[in-house]
């Protein structure tokens, strides 16, 4: 019984490896307690070893089943929610983005083409530039005409020089170039509101304006289109230090003035102008700056005061929320060194964008009840230490598994919110916080977030479907989280597509799929995992992290069983047959 204790107490963590690791085990111990194989195997020790080796060789866990239901009312996980942020900071724009048309690094326009072509597959719905809080301190006219003379001014991000070379014209060429959607963030902290209306007047009238004829003789005669307009960053801190009522009524002007001219975006007619129901699909979609955290309060006021606005002048579309995943405060928690309870105190922070989004809801649904005021998550993400740059207000962080897992729960949130939550931007985009690439001269590695946005494209404007499991339990200090975070949708083509993150980053767990009268006998997909939640991505070792291929069948009769490595993210379609 003591030598079964020893073997008990060796594998107590490692429940789930097979009968060649119990056996060698066995050997280490005869071998450290000086007694031979010989002595060990008695017909009473081989029988109780056999009996203790096979119940350590099963790979996984009782299956927990999964039902699929169909949704009481539809809800979509609006494509826009898996939107990204570029800013300029550090290396987020230049040599990120921007090289320069005399680059010796392959680029179109002075844009990367390898950074270009990893960001198409992606699929990105949407991009907010410039910033940020370096929006509040962005001029528009700075940064078009002749890059020679561009205004250069000093960026208090790493206190380096801003030549203003990348500007709106170049913005709308890399938006073109990945196929994306624009979501220009205007200064309201340090300029006016005539800056913000000639700004979108430049980009988006079609009549021969003066402002208009400008954006010719730069170069893009046509209009552009601008999908979203934020009104200032961050108007609690660095955006102005302002009260709620205090952005209001600042925002109130900004909202009315600037105007999107492009005809294509325009409402049209005296009608549409003091009718605060009518809409244009089409229509620029303006957000406000909201709350930060759990500030409420924050956004009690903001929805009080929208309420009150007149019919004729609806003054935001949408409200922001940032939150970060970090413990103390930025840059104040290793990107990847730490142990396995920090890992798990990480997904457990990830998990409160759940409980922040509802209290924000909560309070918009007394003002909004009809939802029609979206809720705009425009900065999120793990911000932790910038061990990769050597500024370290460059935010350049190395970019783990652990960070590919919380970014996954984050986005299943989102989609189980997707009734107020409209549109999430993570940030960044590229070389800052959590990124989807990262750069180094002329060469360019993806990152595990990269690869779990990738394997999400699905779900862009997919129906979600309702859930119902019971999984097991992890306990992260007073907190009790899920073994499993599971997301169920049904894309636009009728495929259905499973989320399946195991967060239990011991053990292969099992689920079994339940679709209401349908045999599911196939299911095939992607699952991103490695061997620790610390393992990242580098300019040496590129594919350390990677998605691979699974597929998976049912035997027989027998139910279908997807299988999930431990500390993974599994993407799965399933291959559906009605029972007949």
Same mark, same amino acid.
């Given at each position: 019984?003591?030598?079964?204790?020893?073997?008990?107490?060796?594998?107590?963590?490692?429940?789930?490896?097979?009968?060649?690791?119990?056996?060698?085990? =066995?050997?280490?111990?005869?071998?450290?307690?000086?007694?031979? %194989?010989?002595?060990?195997?008695?017909?009473?020790?081989?029988?109780?070893?056999?009996? #203790?080796? %096979?119940? %350590?060789?099963?790979?996984?866990?009782?299956?927990?089943?999964?039902?699929?239901?169909?949704?009481?009312? +539809?809800?979509?996980?609006?494509?826009? =929610?898996?939107?990204?942020?570029?800013? $300029?900071?550090?290396?987020?724009?230049?040599?990120?983005?921007?090289?320069?048309?005399?680059?010796?690094?392959?680029?179109?326009?002075?844009?990367?083409?390898?950074?270009?072509?990893?960001?198409?597959?992606?699929?990105?719905?949407?991009?907010?530039?410039?910033?940020?809080?370096?929006?509040?301190?962005?001029?528009?006219?700075?940064?078009?005409?002749?890059?020679?003379?561009?205004?250069?001014?000093?960026?208090?991000?790493?206190?380096?020089?801003?030549?203003?070379? #990348?500007?709106?014209?170049?913005?709308?060429?890399?938006?073109?170039?990945?196929?994306?959607?624009?979501?220009?963030?205007?200064?309201?902290?340090?300029?006016?509101?005539?800056?913000?209306?000639?700004?979108?007047?430049?980009?988006?009238?079609?009549?021969?304006?003066?402002?208009?004829?400008?954006?010719?003789?730069?170069? $893009?005669?046509?209009?552009?289109?601008?999908?979203?307009?934020?009104?200032?960053?961050?108007?609690?801190?660095?955006?102005?230090?302002?009260?709620?009522?205090?952005?209001?009524?600042?925002?109130?002007?900004?909202?009315?003035?600037?105007?999107?001219?492009?005809?294509?975006?325009?409402?049209?007619?005296?009608?549409?102008?003091?009718?605060?129901?009518?809409?244009?699909? $089409?229509?620029?979609?303006?957000?406000?700056?909201?709350?930060?955290?759990?500030?409420?309060?924050?956004? +009690?006021?903001?929805?009080?005061?929208?309420?009150?606005?007149?019919?004729? =002048?609806?003054?935001?579309?949408?409200?922001?929320?940032?939150?970060?995943?970090?413990?103390?405060?930025?840059?104040?928690?290793?990107?990847?060194?730490?142990? $396995?309870?920090?890992?798990?105190?990480?997904?457990?922070?990830?998990?409160?964008?759940?409980?922040?989004?509802?209290?924000?809801?909560?309070?918009?649904?007394?003002?909004?009840?009809?939802?029609?005021?979206?809720?705009?998550?425009?900065?999120?993400?793990?911000?932790?230490?910038?061990?990769?740059?050597?500024?370290?207000?460059?935010?350049?962080?190395?970019?783990?598994?652990?960070?590919?897992?919380?970014?996954?729960?984050?986005?299943?949130?989102?989609?189980?919110?997707?009734?107020?939550?409209?549109?999430?931007?993570?940030?960044?985009?590229?070389?800052?916080?959590?990124?989807?690439?990262?750069?180094?001269?002329?060469?360019?590695?993806?990152?595990?977030?990269?690869?779990? #946005?990738?394997?999400?494209?699905?779900?862009?404007?997919?129906?979600?479907?309702?859930?119902?499991?019971?999984?097991?339990?992890?306990?992260?200090?007073?907190?009790?989280?899920?073994?499993?975070?599971?997301?169920?949708?049904?894309?636009?083509?009728?495929?259905?597509?499973?989320?399946?993150?195991?967060?239990?980053?011991?053990?292969?767990?099992?689920?079994?799929?339940?679709?209401?009268?349908?045999?599911?006998?196939?299911?095939?997909?992607?699952?991103?995992?490695?061997?620790?939640?610390?393992?990242?991505?580098?300019?040496?070792?590129?594919?350390?992290?990677?998605?691979?291929?699974?597929? #998976?069948?049912?035997?027989?009769?027998?139910?279908?069983?997807?299988?999930?490595?431990?500390?993974?993210?599994?993407?799965?379609?399933?291959?559906?047959?009605?029972?007949?």
């Amino acid at each position: 019984m003591t030598f079964l204790l020893t073997l008990q107490e060796q594998f107590h963590q490692k429940t789930n490896k097979n009968i060649k690791r119990c056996f060698m085990a =066995l050997s280490s111990f005869a071998s450290k307690s000086s007694l031979t %194989l010989g002595k060990l195997f008695s017909l009473s020790l081989i029988f109780s070893f056999l009996i #203790f080796c %096979l119940s %350590l060789s099963s790979v996984t866990s009782a299956a927990n089943t999964l039902i699929i239901g169909e949704p009481s009312e +539809e809800l979509t996980i609006h494509r826009d =929610l898996f939107g990204q942020f570029s800013e $300029h900071i550090g290396e987020g724009i230049y040599g990120g983005i921007w090289v320069g048309k005399d680059s010796a690094i392959e680029n179109v326009n002075g844009i990367r083409t390898d950074v270009v072509n990893a960001l198409k597959a992606l699929k990105i719905p949407v991009i907010r530039w410039p910033g940020g809080c370096f929006a509040d301190q962005y001029h528009w006219r700075e940064g078009i005409g002749p890059r020679e003379d561009r205004v250069s001014r000093l960026n208090a991000w790493g206190n380096i020089i801003e030549t203003n070379q #990348f500007g709106s014209h170049e913005f709308m060429e890399f938006i073109r170039q990945i196929d994306s959607k624009v979501y220009i963030n205007v200064n309201l902290g340090s300029a006016t509101v005539k800056d913000a209306t000639d700004w979108l007047e430049y980009l988006t009238a079609a009549a021969p304006t003066s402002l208009a004829k400008e954006r010719a003789e730069n170069g $893009h005669p046509e209009p552009y289109k601008v999908k979203y307009i934020g009104f200032g960053n961050e108007a609690w801190g660095c955006g102005g230090a302002m009260t709620a009522g205090e952005y209001f009524s600042r925002l109130k002007r900004y909202s009315t003035f600037a105007l999107n001219l492009n005809p294509e975006q325009q409402f049209s007619g005296i009608d549409l102008l003091f009718d605060r129901g009518a809409s244009n699909p $089409h229509a620029m979609i303006k957000v406000a700056a909201g709350a930060n955290d759990l500030d409420t309060e924050f956004t +009690e006021k903001m929805m009080q005061l929208w309420a009150q606005a007149p019919g004729y =002048l609806p003054i935001f579309d949408a409200l922001s929320l940032h939150h970060y995943t970090m413990s103390r405060g930025p840059m104040s928690d290793s990107a990847s060194e730490f142990e $396995h309870s920090e890992y798990l105190r990480f997904v457990a922070m990830a998990q409160e964008m759940d409980t922040i989004l509802k209290a924000h809801s909560a309070i918009m649904d007394k003002y909004d009840p009809e939802r029609s005021v979206g809720l705009v998550v425009d900065e999120w993400g793990n911000w932790l230490k910038p061990d990769l740059a050597t500024n370290p207000a460059f935010l350049k962080q190395n970019n783990t598994l652990r960070d590919a897992i919380t970014a996954g729960v984050t986005l299943n949130i989102f989609a189980r919110n997707a009734a107020r939550v409209k549109m999430a931007n993570i940030a960044q985009m590229v070389n800052v916080i959590q990124a989807m690439v990262l750069t180094q001269g002329e060469a360019m590695i993806v990152t595990p977030t990269y690869h779990l #946005f990738k394997m999400y494209v699905p779900f862009q404007d997919a129906q979600l479907l309702p859930v119902d499991h019971k999984p097991g339990t992890i306990n992260v200090g007073d907190k009790t989280i899920p073994t499993i975070d599971a997301m169920a949708a049904r894309a636009n083509d009728g495929s259905v597509w499973l989320a399946l993150i195991n967060i239990d980053s011991e053990h292969t767990l099992t689920v079994e799929p339940v679709l209401g009268t349908v045999a599911i006998k196939k299911a095939a997909g992607d699952v991103l995992t490695s061997a620790q939640v610390n393992d990242a991505n580098s300019f040496k070792h590129p594919n350390r992290v990677n998605a691979r291929q699974v597929s #998976f069948a049912a035997k027989g009769s027998q139910p279908l069983k997807i299988t999930l490595p431990p500390a993974s993210v599994s993407v799965i379609q399933l291959s559906t047959k009605a029972i007949k």
